[in-house]
């Protein structure tokens, strides 16, 4: 899409100005590639990555001639690397290049408002933004007063999508125990407040969260968060709702009726079952399917990547000859409880 968008949009762009200047007339041709690839490729970097970059126009003034100078200090490369001294200097002035162009675009990446991140947008707003640039551009070149009827018509189709979403995003409601490797982590998303709890490892890892839950609240709409550590209990941090760490390692989630118990150790020693709506296995605890049915009569069992595969892949297939549904977060993705708005 970025080059349809140069081969396409730069001619148009180049044609509106004409500068006499030959240096002007460079960064200008420079300019008109950056913006035409960044149109091209606007709305799908908002769909897939949620961020857009500020400083795209300035960074490509560079970017775009060092990765050209690169490509053919590569092709040079590949053609005489067997020629003594002249391979070892090609692969020097390329190794430089492209530690310049690295060093160039971190240090632009850290400027103030470099990356604008949080969006979140469906396939259908996807589409409506390549129609409302498209009718854009088509105004300024064409002059039609139907090019720029179109692009508010779709500009209309945009803001009125995102004022259904805030209003939706008001009654939110959501349990979510979510898919992460190697860790356990969960949300409660209530309007737009959100708790988070997860073990330690998951905490040591910035990209689980990065990846795993901040698009996940961004699509909800979360301006207000509550995070908690495994040691909560030890800091006099409340929370927000009834949470409730044993010392054998196992947790308990009260939300809205719904109890949610993160079993690491089966207990063996109740005085009478307690029943829970779902059963979350963690670090490949021993215990039979009759004796979760037993002790805590859920007709949900949670498999969380703290689980070997081999376990992961023997205990589902073991809940569902007993009747159980079953999760396995590493190949089912998350697992979530939706509440009405009007639920009391």
């Known amino acids: 899409l970025a080059v349809a968008g140069i081969v396409t949009l730069q001619p148009l762009f180049l044609a509106l100005w004409h500068p ?13 590639i950056s913006l035409a690839a960044q149109i091209a490729t606007f709305p799908l970097s908002l ?22 100078g690169a ?3 590569g092709v ?6 067997w020629v003594p001294f002249v391979n070892q200097g090609l692969g020097w002035i390329l190794e430089r290049t492209l530690w310049l162009l690295n060093e160039v675009l971190q240090w632009l990446g850290s400027w103030p408002l ?7 947008i469906s396939p259908g707003q996807v589409l409506g933004l390549y129609l409302f640039m498209a009718a854009l551009v088509f105004f300024i070149l064409r002059r039609r007063i139907y090019w720029l009827a179109t692009a508010t018509v779709c500009l209309c189709f945009l803001v ?15 349990l979510v125990i979510h898919s992460v490797r190697r860790s356990s982590a969960w949300s409660v998303v209530q309007a ?63 939300w809205k009726g719904k109890r949610v118990l993160w079993l690491k150790k089966f207990p063996r020693r109740l005085a009478r079952p307690v029943p829970v709506h779902a059963l979350v296995l963690q670090n490949n605890v021993w215990m039979t399917m009759d004796e979760i049915k037993a002790t805590f009569g859920t007709p949900m069992v949670v498999l969380d990547q703290t689980n070997s595969r081999a376990y992961t892949q023997r ?3 073991e809940a569902r000859r007993a009747g159980l549904k079953v999760q396995t977060l590493e190949d089912d993705g998350a697992w979530m409880v939706q509440l009405k708005k009007d639920y009391k």
């Open 192 to 254: 737009r407040h959100a708790v988070l709890g997860a073990d330690s490892i998951f905490f040591q890892n910035d990209e689980a969260f990065d990846y795993q839950i901040q698009p996940y609240w961004w699509a909800r709409g979360v301006n207000q968060e509550t995070r908690f550590t495994p040691d909560f209990g030890k800091t006099g941090q409340k929370l927000p709702l009834a949470f409730h760490a044993f010392e054998s390692g196992n947790q308990l989630l009260v």
């Open 20 to 32: 006499e200047n030959k240096a002007v007339r460079a960064v200008w041709s420079l300019l008109a």
């Open 71 to 73: 490509l053919y200090l």
């Open 47 to 68: 769909y897939y990555f949620h961020q857009f970059p500020v400083y795209f126009w300035l960074a490509n003034l560079v970017a775009v001639p060092l990765a050209s």
């Open 160 to 174: 009125g999508v995102e004022l259904a979403e805030a209003r939706q995003q008001q009654h939110t409601q959501e």
């Open 315 to 317: 205990k589902a297939q």
């Open 76 to 81: 040079g490369f590949m053609f005489f690397f």
């Open 114 to 120: 470099a990356v604008l991140d949080g969006f979140q």
